[in-house]
DNA sequence: GCGCCAAAAACTTGATCAAATTACCCCAGA
DNA sequence: TCTGGGGTAATTTGATCAAGTTTTTGGCGC
């Protein structure tokens, strides 16, 4: 019984149909999401249609989604690849996250119920147990979950849209770093923000999101190729 | 000779052969952008098909790509079309804008030399005639000109995807707006920001990006539908 | 090193199948 | 007889695939 990672996180307890280039997308969206899939290493079209076993045509529009997303880049001469990020483009992330989410992150302490903060504290024990064990992929998948539980209580379409975006620019290159430090490098900002949703503290949430944001883009730009 | 606005907008001097879906893409994204499809308005893939005279999957993968970008919206049963905003995505909008791109026109002021302001001088211009003309898609297409010029100079490619994607998103709406209430509500916040530009103060060119993005889009809010 | 040739991959199209919407018809009830 | 509703048929549209065409790449000989 095979199961990848990509495999479980796409994977919906309701087995409702979706169409073949939605599959494929949610699937490579997730291998690069969770680090499947390194900084620089080359898509192929006809790869896909070899390894998922679907026609062309929905691997092809997967692909352009994907590339509108950040997730994958067109290098010009019709090669796919996963981006490789600059410290220029690290920059960029931060502040784009920095903006974004601690927005995101005001708005869900004003909206929030303490039912939903449960289900968040409950992602948070899950991720710790991942950071225990050294368990990489797990790390990612639950601090994945975790914030875009988190986004999903602040009722923002636009604004997750845009931070869903920006996890898909650094997903690769997070997963780099994980594998090169491991991850006990990484102190846990999320008790700060979950206490602060408790206190219904918009600002004090956002500044515990701003550690956090600022942590991990510290972390990938010190594991940037030379 | 019939040269519709998109035409226009996406007719370049070099010939260069891009390929169908990517020619696809650039001509109803150049619709979307400068008003010539109507928020709600249904879009059908054998109907852009039979209008641009390509196969089906060029147009599918554009297709694609103008959904993840926020251009089109998928409503569920198979169907796409162009997004109505509700007053929350304005209000998400204008915090998304406000941040980025008054980012944008920062390391804009930074970094731009006489001559690229020079280039937005004359955009702005031509601009202006548009407004006295009562022009509108010559508004449109000159006041986007003006801000992609202005942002190539802050040399951000990140930033810079994420705000043509906010631009995607509203303007559908801001032609609405323009054709109820005409180019002469819009008082020219440009002028500012090119002097701010000169005189390398990026502060000054933030807060007049500022007033330049909450005057266009309190005019989108007022004009959404009942 | 330069250019030609073969193989592989991307691009495009047309055909086929499935799903959804629309049109239409028939019948019941007022 | 007229009207309205329900159900079925036809048309429209979306989804997928496979084949043909074009482009790029990489190797091989000169």
Not at 18 to 30: D, L
Not at 143 to 157: D, E, K, M, V
Request: glycine share 6%.
């Amino acid at each position: 019984m095979k199961s990848t990672l990509s495999e479980l996180a796409t994977s919906s307890t309701a087995p409702e149909k979706h169409p073949a280039h939605e599959v494929v997308y949610q699937r490579v969206r997730a291998q690069i999401l969770f680090g499947e899939l390194a900084p620089g290493q080359a898509i192929t079209i006809q790869g896909l249609v070899e390894a998922l076993g679907v026609g062309m045509t929905p691997v092809r529009e997967a692909i352009r989604r994907l590339i509108s997303d950040g997730a994958l880049m067109f290098q010009g001469n019709r090669r796919v690849s996963v981006p490789l990020l600059s410290l220029s483009d690290v920059n960029e992330l931060i502040y784009a996250r920095k903006s974004i989410e601690c927005e995101l992150v005001r708005r869900a302490a004003l909206r929030m119920n303490s039912t939903q903060i449960d289900k968040l504290e409950e992602i948070d024990l899950a991720l710790d147990s991942a950071i225990r064990d050294g368990d990489i992929p797990g790390y990612l998948v639950h601090n994945h979950a975790f914030h875009t539980t988190l986004y999903t209580g602040a009722h923002a379409p636009v604004l997750i849209d845009l931070a869903e975006r920006l996890w898909l620019r650094f997903g690769p290159s997070l997963r780099v770093v994980c594998g090169r430090f491991g991850t006990q490098s990484f102190p846990d900002r999320h008790k700060d923000i979950i206490e602060a949703l408790r206190r219904q503290d918009p600002e004090m949430a956002a500044l515990a999101m701003e550690r956090d944001v600022m942590q991990g883009m510290e972390q990938i730009a010190q594991g940037l190729p030379a």
